[in-house]
């Protein structure tokens, strides 16, 4: 779940419109030249910008609950409610669940000391060493 959207996708400004997030490979010269939806809205990259809520909270909350593995890939462990996620998996763990959390990223997040492992470098350098190459 792309929490946080996909920058390779557009979709509507209009959160009443129905259209739904599409690929959009074009380039955007600036916001004159952005494409207009069928409603009428200017289009937007599929993203979320600071103050706008994340994307699938509650099924993202839903699957905390219930993985064995988290693995986070880059993040600054400061940007909430993002950041929060892993504490729900350590509360799980000191709570007696078999759970563990994985960190992935050039450098530690902030919220280091709530991971189970930190394994630092690029994704391309470790995800596939997790897996066996």
Same mark, same amino acid.
């Given at each position: 779940?792309?929490?946080?959207?996909?920058? /390779?996708?557009?979709?509507?400004?209009?959160? @009443?419109?129905?259209?739904?997030?599409?690929?959009?490979?074009?380039?955007?010269?600036?916001?004159?030249?952005? #494409?207009?939806?069928?409603?009428?809205?200017?289009? =937007?990259?599929?993203?979320?910008?600071?103050?706008?809520?994340?994307?699938?909270?509650?099924? !993202?909350?839903?699957?905390?609950?219930?993985?064995?593995?988290? !693995?986070?890939?880059?993040?600054?462990?400061?940007?909430?409610?993002?950041?929060?996620?892993?504490?729900?998996? #350590?509360?799980?763990?000191?709570?007696?669940?078999?759970?563990?959390?994985?960190?992935?990223?050039?450098?530690?997040? /902030? /919220?280091? =000391?709530?991971?189970?492992? !930190? =394994?630092?470098?690029?994704?391309?350098?470790?995800?596939?060493?997790?897996?066996? @190459?």
């Amino acid at each position: 779940m792309h929490m946080h959207g996909q920058l /390779n996708m557009s979709r509507c400004e209009d959160p @009443e419109c129905d259209s739904l997030p599409f690929v959009d490979e074009q380039l955007y010269e600036s916001k004159a030249s952005f #494409a207009s939806c069928a409603c009428g809205a200017v289009v =937007r990259p599929h993203i979320v910008w600071f103050g706008e809520q994340p994307f699938y909270v509650p099924d !993202i909350e839903q699957a905390i609950q219930q993985c064995d593995y988290f !693995i986070v890939i880059g993040s600054s462990g400061s940007v909430y409610p993002a950041a929060g996620l892993v504490s729900v998996i #350590a509360h799980r763990r000191n709570r007696g669940s078999n759970v563990r959390s994985l960190y992935v990223g050039p450098e530690a997040p /902030n /919220n280091a =000391r709530l991971f189970d492992e !930190i =394994r630092l470098g690029t994704a391309c350098e470790v995800i596939p060493s997790l897996f066996g @190459e």
